[in-house]
């Protein structure tokens, strides 16, 4: 354990298992999400936002870049991002302002972000990440950690050695835009209007191209739009879901050589 700025913790972790065991959680982390700009939902509160975490940053066995907001759903919702050979996910509170927040006391933008760095190959597997309900900030209702893909076997002996680190930010040494704010809301007809601001002191100069898609539904009205911030851009579409229940989203920003930009930004929208 090695304190400071940057604390971090180095484990190694060996598994033998006596019998079978067909789903198992690999460095697990807890957070909580109450509500955020793009899930506030019915709650009435004098407070901007409540969470101990954001959202859920990976970094891919092969470089990608993923942003997924967390969020309070009305029921459990689990979610798997499959990899191999993961370098890192974790827990991150970007915003550090007080007024994102307006909580005095909690002081919700002083909490620290949380990361696990493999130190070694995890083979294929999944990142899963758990949202449970959650009717006040009390208790934890965000969990993540890796699943590996094969089952654990009787008198097998397995090895799972990584670092976990608690710092402001998580770390990326790769220079792309990371997105600072996600916000939803109605845009009539039963349709939403999603807003995602990105961090333009990391992106290119020049043209930039805005690549988004849905699983579901129908997406319009797509556009990069200048903010009077001048430190953010903001992605933004309109997006009608029409009969489907649910849909998954995923954006990220190209340069004009087609160069990815950006973290790629991903979204699960279910009807409530």
């Known amino acids: 354990l090695r304190p400071g700025d940057v604390t971090t913790l180095d484990v190694r972790c060996r598994l033998f298992p006596r019998v079978e065991i067909g789903s198992v959680g690999i460095a697990p982390l807890s957070s909580m999400h109450f509500f955020g700009p793009d899930n506030r939902g019915a709650v009435d509160d004098i407070r901007n936002a409540v969470h101990d975490s954001e959202g859920l940053q990976i970094i891919t066995g092969r470089g990608e870049r993923l942003w997924r907001p967390l969020g309070n759903p009305p029921a459990l919702r689990l979610s798997g991002f499959v990899d191999q050979d993961p370098r890192l996910f974790g827990l991150a509170q970007r915003n550090r302002s007080f007024d994102w927040f307006g909580d005095p006391a909690a002081a919700f933008q002083n909490r620290p972000s949380v990361w696990v760095e493999p130190r070694s190959p995890w083979g294929p597997g999944q990142v899963v990440l ?3 309900p959650l009717p006040n900030e009390v208790n934890d209702n965000i969990i993540a950690f890796w699943r590996p893909e094969a089952p654990l076997e009787a008198g097998g002996d397995y090895a799972f050695d990584y670092t976990v680190g608690w710092s402001a930010l998580v770390p990326d040494p790769e220079p792309l835009a990371r997105v600072v704010a996600t916000r939803s809301g109605s845009d009539g007809e039963e349709a939403r209007r999603f807003a995602v601001d ?3 002191s990391a992106l290119p100069a020049g043209a930039l191209d805005l ?10 009205d797509i556009a990069l739009i200048d903010t009077p911030d001048p430190s953010r851009v903001r992605a933004s579409f309109r997006f009608a879901p029409g009969g489907a229940e649910q849909s998954e989203f995923r954006l990220s920003l190209y340069d004009a050589a087609g160069n990815r930009a950006s973290e790629t930004w991903l979204y699960r929208w279910t009807r409530t």
């Open 130 to 132: 758990v949202e449970l």
């Open 198 to 200: 990105f961090d333009r």
């Open 211 to 220: 690549r988004v898609n849905s699983s579901q539904g129908l997406l319009s």
